[in-house]
């Protein structure tokens, strides 16, 4: 059995980091505007049960029906245009997992958020990743500047990086420079009088709001961006792997609960749907939905056994918390004394 390992990643340096999150935000349009080739796909009307599925969907300028258009007004995308491969490929895969036909657009809902949380994942990682590292060079120069003020340092020599600043302006409006350039001052004068300003540094107009921030960080660390995880990447597997597998367990067990009342009836259909829908083909179902909308790979040689481990190791926080509370729900009906009872969710029961 294959075990559930995610390919690592290379490291990207700025500029492929740069070109990635450009080829994957513009891979976003793919699913939003109109071809001869695509097959249309009206999103249906939000509810309880389905509302968590649209979570990541694209806010960009649209036209008054909800279709995209350049010319249009920021708001919310009601038309989307899934090329007819990956329109085709996530028909099939409902299909295989016998999954109700009713359920089918709210599924493609969830592609969709899938598939846009994979294309903006990037830039999302990189602007924290890039906003820390400018914090933590933020805070270090505090520091530094502090340890000069109280003279606990004696600067020796000095090497800054400088651009000359040119005529005229750019196409955005701002001041042009020139190349970069190095100058070191190593002379006992040059430093101290540079020591000097350093020392001055709280008359900086910027030094309040970078001390509050250091404060901040200082009594907070740093804030939880990812929510425990690696990156926006992951965070978003786990997101959608809880929603969608809470969707599942809400919509494909209904038809028990209208047995409720008749128990030799509804035990029948409690055993065919768990193993219609085992919680086994629901984790392969998930990730295998996820693979196809570019949130998860894998590697080549992974089975549906490394997928389905992926899948549970994500949902185990879930299904720990959710037995607990059907649990802690039960005993408190046992020990009621007054006649009123807690009522489990009927999906908590899957």
């Known amino acids: 059995m294959a075990k559930a390992t995610p390919p690592r990643k290379k490291k990207l340096n700025q500029a492929e ?7 994957d935000l513009l891979k976003r349009y793919t699913h939003i505007i109109p071809r001869e080739d695509a097959i249309e796909f009206v999103l249906p009307e ?40 990956k329109y085709n490929s996530l028909t099939a895969l409902l299909e295989k997992y016998q999954i109700p036909e009713e359920m089918h657009n709210d599924l493609r809902v969830a592609y969709l958020s899938m598939f846009s949380s994979h294309c903006t ?3 999302s990682t990189n602007t924290y990743e890039e906003l820390e590292r400018n914090q933590k060079e933020l805070f270090a120069a ?5 340890s000069c003020a109280e003279k606990r340092i004696l600067i020796r020599g000095v090497s800054l990086e400088f651009k000359d600043r040119l005529e005229g302006k750019n196409e955005k409006g701002q001041p042009n420079f020139g190349t970069l350039k190095s100058r070191k001052f190593k002379g006992h004068l040059a ?17 309040e709001v970078a001390q509050r921030l250091y404060d901040s960080h200082k009594e907070y660390g740093k804030p939880d961006m990812f929510f425990g995880h690696k990156n926006l990447e992951k965070a978003s597997q786990s997101y959608f ?15 028990a609960f209208h047995l409720w009342g008749k128990p030799v009836e509804y035990e029948a259909e409690i055993v065919k749907l768990r193993k219609l829908y085992s919680r086994r083909k629901m984790f392969l179902f998930i990730g295998e939905m996820m693979i196809l909308s570019e949130l998860l790979e894998m590697k080549k040689d ?11 190791k994500k949902l185990t926080p879930l299904i720990r918390a959710t037995k607990k509370k059907v649990e802690g729900i039960e005993e408190r009906n046992e020990k ?3 006649g009123s009872y807690e009522i489990t969710m009927f999906g908590d029961l899957f």
């Open 142 to 146: 505090i520091d530094f500047l502090e």
């Open 302 to 312: 992974d089975d549906d056994e490394a997928i389905i481990e992926l899948i549970e």
């Open 46 to 85: 939000q509810n309880p049960l389905n509302r968590s599925l649209f979570h990541e969907l694209p806010l960009v300028n649209v036209t008054p029906e909800g279709k995209f258009s350049p010319e249009g007004t920021y708001g919310e995308l009601l038309y989307f245009y899934f090329p007819k491969s």
């Open 121 to 123: 994942a990037a830039s």
């Open 336 to 338: 009621s004394t007054d």
């Open 17 to 23: 980091t740069e070109k990635k999150i450009q080829t």
């Open 191 to 207: 430093a101290q009088l540079i020591e000097g300003a350093l020392q001055n540094y709280k008359a900086c107009k910027t030094y």
């Open 241 to 255: 792997a809880k929603v969608t597998f809470k969707y599942l367990k809400n919509r494909l067990f209904n038809s």
